[in-house]
């Protein structure tokens, strides 16, 4: 037990310094590419910060803990929502762009109301054909997404062209300075997925050992230690984000994520192996949807995440806690 505490303990320390070496090449890579921050956010750090997740999940359900496989999906969306944007709003308070949010955040909700919709009507088990579905939206929403990040970039550099420049110009300086930081950029981020899926596989392999030697059932070790662990990455890394004013990356990386959970781990982890799935899961489905709904209320109506909505939204996930531990267990 004591060498399991340890090694979670180097599992925090690598989430946190990877987090933020994650975050600024993330974030260079932006710059660079002149695509907005928050398609960077929902892509690329939403992705990367979603490896532990996958590789958990797809692992659970192979070894036949299908509980594990979805209470970590189902609880690391709900713990995303709820716990990441709550502590990070509690610690900065995050403005949010809705209409570029606005489709992600729909599509977020989306999945998760057709996941429950899927679990009413199969009951106890998940089609293999329904997570193809999953994962054949996953790839037109990818499609969808990056097109667009195209196009907001070619806008970006029509409105650069159209500026005036000085008489030396120093445009070209600036591409070859540019084209150099590029591949320490993509270093940095490489480094940063790199040492994010290792500490957070660390974090949860030595958690799990944990959880089992205090004999808790899968389904909640799914839902608590398994999803807060593997979420963790998306947890410091938004906290990361909002602290150096990157507000689009911190929520980009949930709502991306989230997304990323439901339609593409889901989805691949049903494809390679048929999920059953515990009908308490509806509950808690239903508690990811009305997440949802409370962070798209705050940022329709607000314009962001404050202080206030953040410590409501940690409020709202220690309350989930305590029902699932101890009612439910």
């Known amino acids: 037990m004591l060498l399991n505490l340890a090694l979670l303990a180097v599992g925090f320390v690598l989430l946190i310094k990877s987090a933020d070496i994650f975050v600024e090449g993330s974030v260079s890579i932006a710059r660079i590419l002149k695509v907005p921050s928050i398609v960077i956010g929902l892509t ?19 070894g036949g803990s299908t509980d594990i496989a979805i209470g970590n999906i189902v609880g690391s969306n709900i713990f995303n929502l709820l716990g990441v944007l709550g502590l990070s709003a509690l610690i900065k308070p995050l403005a949010v762009h809705f209409k570029e949010i606005r489709n992600d955040a729909i599509i977020s909700i989306g999945a998760a109301v057709a996941l429950l919709v899927v679990v009413l009507v199969f009951v106890n088990y998940i089609p293999q054909w329904i997570s193809a579905g999953f994962l054949a939206v996953f790839l037109v929403y990818l499609l969808i997404t990056v097109r667009q990040a195209m196009r907001d970039r070619e806008k970006i550099e029509e409105e650069e062209e159209k500026e005036e420049e000085p008489p030396n110009s120093t445009k070209k300086t600036k591409k070859t300075n540019l084209t150099k930081s590029m591949p320490i950029s993509i270093l940095l981020s490489l480094v940063g997925i790199a040492l994010i899926i290792g500490g957070g596989q660390l974090t949860v392999v030595n958690a799990i050992d944990i959880a089992y030697a205090l004999q808790i059932s899968e389904r909640v070790i799914g839902l608590t230690i398994v999803a807060i662990g593997t979420s963790l990455p998306e947890l ?94």
């Open 236 to 329: 410091i890394t938004s906290i990361v984000a909002a602290t150096k004013g990157e507000h689009d990356i911190a929520i980009g990386n949930v709502v991306g994520s989230n997304i990323f959970n439901i339609l593409f781990i889901l989805g691949l982890t049903g494809v390679i192996m048929p999920l059953s799935i515990n009908m308490s899961s509806v509950v808690d489905l239903g508690v990811l949807i009305v997440s949802s709904a409370v962070f798209m209320l705050f940022a329709f109506t607000r314009r962001q995440v404050g202080r206030l909505e953040g410590a409501a939204m940690l409020a709202m996930y220690v309350a989930y806690l305590v029902f699932i531990i101890f009612l439910q267990a």
């Open 44 to 62: 690329v750090v939403a992705f990367g910060t979603s490896m532990p997740e996958a590789v958990v999940s797809i692992s659970a359900a192979v």
